[in-house]
Structure formats: structure tokens, C-alpha cells
């Protein structure tokens, strides 16, 4: 791991080196049986270079708290290590470029579950694992079992924190699948 850190730290594979503060390569435990994954960072986690530290984190870190789980106990990352400037969607060629970070880093840890959080993560995980294109909505709390590089392993996906931040009603059926994540986990 220590090893992506030093080649994401110097990356200029893409032209988001070019504006970022930091790069946000993640963080918790090498050990995670569950690993989020989210989109890309934004304003708070360019500054301090550390994943949902901003509005979205907070919600996320009173989510996981409700189900019984903590930021020491997973890992959590983004697709993209680079803020895109003004928080804009990352670009395909930004994805290519960087993807090989995340899945390297997912083969280290070697999770039983990973979650991407909102439909640009999950969209990322249904390409890259053949799976048929369905929408966030349609496709929350469910376990969609894949055949990784390193292992089988349980996608479930779940809103963006972010979305239920502006969508209040998405809130409790986000509180519900994370509670469903934190039961999977123990089993
Ligand atoms: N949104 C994301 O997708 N990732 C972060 O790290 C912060 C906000």
C-alpha cells in the first residue's frame, strides 16, 4: 500500500494533478472486511486529503455509528484519488486513468464486501465486472455476487451519503441498508 501511496503522490496520469491540493488515497484498515467506495473527492477532502470528511462524511460516519460499524473496522475510498475541479463528474479518460489505484488497493485488502456509494461508483463496478446496467435506485441493499481478482466477493450498493443529504427521503432507506450492511459483515 505504501508502495500506490508513493505513486499516487507523484501521478500526473491525468490533468487533475494539475489543480489538486492533496491526493486522497483513502483510509482505515488493511484488514476491512467491507470496503466503500465513492465517487471522487471534494473541496474538504482535496485540503486535508482524507475520504467524506466534508458534509457527506459526517453523515456517513452517524450512518455507520447506527449500524453498529466505525471507520477502524473498513476502508473507504474513491474511484478517483484527484478532486475534479468545482466537484464536477469525473471524466471517463479520468476513470481509466486512475482505476488501476482502486482495484490494486482493493486486491491488497482483499474485502468480502465492497459498497459503492451512488450510481457513478456503481456504474464504475457493473463495467468492470460485465454486470447488467441498473440504476442506484434500483439496485440499493441488494447483494450482487462477483468474481473479483482477488476473490468472491459481495457488491452491495448504497446511495451516495450526498444524495441523502439533498433527497431527505432516501435517508431512511440509506439508515436501512446500512444496517443491512452491518449484519452481512458479522455473518
Ligand atoms: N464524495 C465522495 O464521493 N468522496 C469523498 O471522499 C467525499 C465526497
Known sequence: MNQITTQVESCANCGLSET?????????????????????????????????????????????????????????????????????????????????????QLEIINPAIVAPMGNSSLSYFQERFGLEKQVIGDVHGKVIDIKAPWGRTKLFPLYHPAAAIYRRHLLGELEEDMKKLGELASK
Open 20 to 104: 489538486r491540493t492533496k491526493v486522497v488515497l483513502g483510509a482505515g484498515t488493511l484488514d476491512a472486511k467491507i470496503v466503500l467506495v465513492g465517487e471522487a473527492p471534494g473541496r474538504k477532502e482535496d485540503e486535508s486529503g482524507l475520504p467524506f470528511v466534508g458534509s457527506s462524511g459526517k453523515l456517513l460516519d452517524r450512518l455507520l455509528a447506527a449500524a453498529g460499524l466505525s471507520r477502524d473496522d473498513i476502508f473507504i475510498g474513491n474511484i478517483i484519488k484527484c478532486r475534479p475541479p468545482k466537484n464536477r463528474r469525473p471524466k471517463k479518460s479520468e476513470v481509466g486513468q486512475c482505476e488501476g489505484y482502486m482495484m490494486e
